[in-house]
């Protein structure tokens, strides 16, 4: 079922129950009422009779039959009756209506009820006593509540037209409202269902600031997610081909040269040749891998106490046998009172690859191949400044530098996918910290890492 259609049945349902609840319930105190007046007046008509009766010696039965016949509270088909305390009929107003059993309804009266009321068909009865001087006397009237029973069956016409006319207006108005509400959903599932791989383009957002605004928002950042997915994968085929194309041409065209030299030397220095290509293969296959893995999986991270300096200097190590002319330096500021302070929780072997890229990439482009590294502690922050003298970036290179297979002006000459830093920066980010590149004073290139301690 459509929404619009779900909304005006529901709505018109609800509001029909409820208004036929009140409506019913006006009708029925109402009548409670009528009753309740009617009864009122019988007591009245048979009271004042009782009086006249009594109290006005001159009046004889004749006369206050004319006066009950003509007095202007005269009830519809009245009937009173009056009789001693003996049961004895003292007077009978002359009507042809007749009040049934009237004896049974005296003696009820006798065993000490006050008042009794009951219904013969339309007619309405009333009996009850009344003391005079002593004396006890009853009284019965019965009537037909001709206007009252008229003016209650009109009030339950109105009532069922007013009923009939509100439950017309309630259907058209809710169909007007959902109208009125469906309709952004109608146009933004339109534009949901318009795009596609090739129409990425975000769809508009109202300016409601309801739940269709949160809606088409929330759409808007997951295109914006499928198109980064998107763009990544093509570049990511685009860069594997582009990058795996050169050194598997290179090493078939060693191979083919090696095969025509049986020389040893060129044999180990092919196959030495080989075994560094298929590495940096390797390392292009592990570094897209892994940024793939932590990009689909950003939780899925163990997070332990992980030393800082012990990281730098397992890179250290690493590193020197790759470089072995170049020189590493770590400083540890002062203000570390233990080294319980260089410790912060993360996951090692993530952290020791962000690191290891990061000062990899320093000795990299280093023209003395000379890095130190600093930690520094600020506040509740961990800081690993990493420093060379190469040459620096460009404000333009600097804006791109952890975009995906972005190499700067100053790697032309230098190997490499443009990942490295990538990686590393989604890394520190997946461990709520932040990397930033900015020139020092000395003007040498200054990576600064910031991680949260305990």
């Not at 005079?132 to 209650?152: I, V």
């Not at 108005?173 to 990425?200: C, G, H, M, W």
Request: glycine share 4%; with cysteine.
């Amino acid at each position: 079922m459509r929404l619009r259609n779900k909304i005006i049945i529901s709505f018109s349902i609800a509001f029909t129950v409820v208004l036929g609840v009140a409506l019913t319930s006006v009708y029925f105190f109402i009548s409670i009422n009528r009753e309740e007046e009617f009864l009122q007046r019988l007591k009245d008509r048979t009271t004042s009779t009782f009086r006249l009766l009594l109290h006005v010696k001159e009046i004889d039965h004749n006369l206050l039959q004319v006066v009950d016949r003509n007095t202007i509270n005269t009830l519809y088909d009245e009937k009173i009756l009056m009789f001693d305390s003996t049961g004895h009929n003292i007077y009978s107003s002359v009507d042809d209506t007749k009040i049934l059993f009237p004896l049974e309804i005296i003696n009820q009266l006798k065993q000490g009820e006050d008042e009794l009321f009951y219904r013969e068909g339309d007619y309405e009865v009333y009996a009850h006593s009344i003391t005079d001087n002593g004396h006890t006397f009853y009284a019965m009237g019965k009537a037909y509540d001709k206007y009252g029973e008229s003016e209650l069956s009109y009030m339950a016409w109105a009532l069922f037209a007013i009923f009939i006319v509100v439950l017309v207006l309630v259907v058209s108005i809710s169909y007007f409202l959902s109208k009125q509400i469906t309709e952004p959903i109608d146009k933004l599932t339109a534009e949901v269902n318009s795009r596609n791989i090739d129409n990425l383009a975000r769809i508009e957002v109202p300016a409601t600031r309801d739940e269709i605004t949160l809606l088409a928002a929330g759409f808007n950042e997951m295109l914006a997610r499928v198109e980064q997915s998107y763009v990544y994968q093509k570049n990511f085929i685009q860069h594997m081909s582009h990058e795996l194309k050169t050194p598997i041409a290179v090493l078939i065209s060693n191979i083919e040269r090696a095969l025509t030299d049986y020389d040893a030397d060129a044999w180990r220095n092919s196959f030495e040749f080989q075994r560094n290509g298929l590495m940096q293969m390797a390392s292009v296959v592990n570094t897209l891998l892994d940024i793939s893995r932590y990009e689909t999986n950003p939780d899925q991270v163990n997070v332990q106490a992980v030393r800082i300096d012990e990281l730098i200097f397992e890179c250290f190590e690493s590193l020197q046998l790759v470089y072995p002319d170049a020189r590493f330096m770590l400083a540890i500021q002062d203000g570390f009172e233990d080294t319980e302070e260089l410790a912060i929780p993360g996951n090692e072997r993530m952290l020791h690859i962000a690191l290891f890229n990061l000062v990899k990439n320093a000795a990299d482009y280093s023209d003395d191949q000379h890095v130190t590294v600093d930690i520094l502690k600020s506040g509740n922050s961990l800081i690993v400044e990493i420093r060379n003298n190469g040459a620096t970036l460009s404000e333009s290179d600097q804006d791109r530098l952890f975009e995906h297979f972005f190499r700067g002006s100053n790697s032309r000459v230098k190997t490499g996918i443009g990942l490295g830093l990538v990686l590393s920066n989604k890394i520190i980010q997946l461990h709520k910290g932040s990397l930033t590149y900015s020139i020092s004073a000395a003007g040498k290139n200054l990576f600064t890492v910031i991680l949260q301690r305990p």
